[in-house]
């Protein structure tokens, strides 16, 4: 019943269109015109635009579009709505509801401080919290934040699928086969994604099982990790929350 379309935008910004018959949410709309394309082509019409966070690439192409679609209803955080628009403003545990699509609203705070993410029918769509292979950095959150954010998504079911909003999928893979270079699963998804990469596949979206297994910022509380991450850090590493406080530092200089 519903299907999701991907849009590349930018240099490497996925914007998601999720699908009803002719109408669509677009989710982190930073750049209007290649939606426009799209809609156009398939003959679709925009009924709402879903926002994650306040960041430029993610909420550019929000006046732009809702100029083309005056009926389109606005939703995004409570905690950083956008100025000058009229929106239905979330929170955690709020739910929308879009012709039988149930999303639920889950407080993601880390990359910003208002960062929401929308889960439903086996969807997420997490904005710049967690990425296939990696997470997000930091720019007003706490690593504290930040990791709790991601045990909260871990903790979805494994068949979910990750509509995440960057095709950085290979930097953060190689990233993790330097922190865990043992891990067989990381090494084949390597070779997997290079593969799609190579065809101008995206490597979205993701399923959290398998995120589990090769994304090493979902698999701190691992001997493996943890030995890492002290290794890097030079001290011991007492908790999973302390190990990944050290791998985001890392990757954010990797």
């Known amino acids: 019943m519903y299907s999701v379309i991907t849009v590349p935008a930018f240099n490497d910004n996925y914007i998601w269109l999720i699908k009803n018959g002719q109408r669509v949410l677009a989710v982190d709309p930073g750049e209007a015109a290649p939606v426009m394309e799209r809609l156009n082509t398939l003959g679709l019409q925009l009924d709402g635009i879903l926002l994650t966070h306040h960041h430029q690439d993610h909420v550019g192409g929000v006046s732009a579009l809702l100029g083309h679609f005056p009926q389109a209803k606005l939703y995004g955080p409570k905690l950083d709505p956008m100025p000058d628009h009229h929106g239905q403003w979330l929170e955690e545990g709020d739910q929308i509801n879009w012709h039988g699509l149930a999303l639920e609203v889950i407080h993601v705070p880390g990359h910003t401080h208002g960062h929401i993410a929308y889960y439903g029918q086996g969807m997420l769509f997490c904005g710049d919290t967690l990425f296939s292979g990696g997470c997000g950095r930091l720019f007003e959150g706490t690593a504290q934040q930040m990791y709790q954010s991601l045990q909260r998504l ?101």
């Open 154 to 254: 871990a903790a979805l079911p494994d068949d979910t699928l990750i509509y995440c909003a960057h095709e950085y999928t290979l930097a953060n893979l190689r990233f993790a086969y330097a922190v865990e270079p043992d891990n067989p699963a990381i090494q084949r998804q390597i070779g997997w994604v290079s593969k799609l990469r190579q065809q101008g596949l995206p490597s979205l979206p993701s399923r959290l099982g398998d995120e589990r297994i090769f994304n090493v910022f979902l698999r701190c509380d691992h001997d493996s990790v943890r030995f890492s991450a002290a290794k890097y850090g030079l001290k011991c590493v007492e908790n999973p929350e302390d190990t990944f406080k050290i791998l985001r530092q890392w990757k954010d200089v990797f």
